[in-house]
């Protein structure tokens, strides 16, 4: 199937990936930004990002073979979740959301994006997008998720999973982290950073997404195997994967294809590929 018009230059000359995604397969994190003239981006972000609008994420996931997706927003829109929610409103029945909110979201507003599709909310501690967010703030948004069955998203960088960890083990919701807790896949599988993250993935409560190769190993981006397959091997039921389509404030080119195609060397037999890109966002998401 050819990709779709609207496809942006830099994504239509991309090749198909060599491993075919299963009926159903979800894009469990990935972005839609803009098209600012109609969502404008955010006043105090940290980056501009080109647009990205949900013509392109149809086209790239239609090009990669991907029948659902969970759109995560990003920094660069704050707390105004309107791009993603028009995008999921082209297809409710196959896309979710993760929204960014703050304390201002009261139990009706936070009905309103569980009505939009919205099935958690994300937590930034990176440095690079401003750090740790006010953790007041942030624990009197936790225990407003628990009546709609939402789950935290945690975004954090590697030297942070150790001191944050007694907080996250007190979460009272589910909690998903980000791209591999952001480990740097050259230090190995038996760095300090992720064996305190696979201590959290001992708590049922814990997801973990493996996503974000680029952003943890250099093309092209094989060097993270090794991480993925030890999380795989350790949380089955609880592991996610997607695309972080389009690479915000990624320095180096990146083919999604390249991504879909190092799945099978960590997730290596079928049932463990069904688990990871059909079962698990199922369960997770209510697909």
Request: aromatic share 6%; glycine share 6%.
């Amino acid at each position: 199937m050819t990709a779709p018009a609207t496809m942006r230059p830099g994504i239509a000359g991309r090749r198909r990936p060599r491993f075919r995604l299963p009926p159903g397969a979800c894009d469990a994190h990935c972005h839609v930004f803009g098209p600012g003239a109609r969502f404008p981006y955010a006043p105090d972000r940290r980056y501009t990002p080109q647009d990205a609008p949900k013509e392109d994420l149809t086209a790239l996931h239609a090009h990669l073979g991907v029948g659902r997706a969970v759109i995560v927003q990003a920094s660069c829109h704050g707390t105004d979740n309107a791009a993603m929610l028009d995008a999921i409103a082209a297809a409710p029945e196959r896309l979710r959301g993760v929204a960014i909110v703050d304390d201002s979201f009261d139990e009706t507003a936070l009905e309103r994006l569980h009505a939009g599709g919205v099935r958690g909310v994300r937590f930034n501690f990176v440095r690079h997008l401003g750090g740790a967010p006010d953790m007041d703030a942030f624990n009197r948004v936790i225990p407003r998720l628990v009546p709609l069955g939402w789950h935290v998203v945690l975004h954090l960088d590697a030297p942070d999973i150790i001191p944050l960890s007694p907080m996250i083990r007190a979460l009272p919701v589910p909690f998903v982290i980000d791209h591999m807790g952001r480990v740097d896949a050259s230090l190995g599988p038996e760095q300090p950073a992720l064996k305190a993250l696979l201590e959290l993935a001992r708590l049922d409560s814990c997801w973990i997404k493996v996503s974000g190769a680029e952003r943890i190993s250099a093309p092209p981006f094989s060097a993270a195997v090794p991480i993925a397959a030890r999380i795989m091997a350790a949380i089955p039921d609880r592991v996610l994967w997607g695309t972080d389509f389009p690479h915000p404030n990624l320095k180096v080119t990146v083919d999604e294809a390249d991504l879909v195609d190092l799945v099978p060397a960590f997730a290596e037999t079928e049932a463990a590929q069904r688990r990871l890109l059909v079962d698990n966002p199922a369960r997770l998401y209510g697909f």
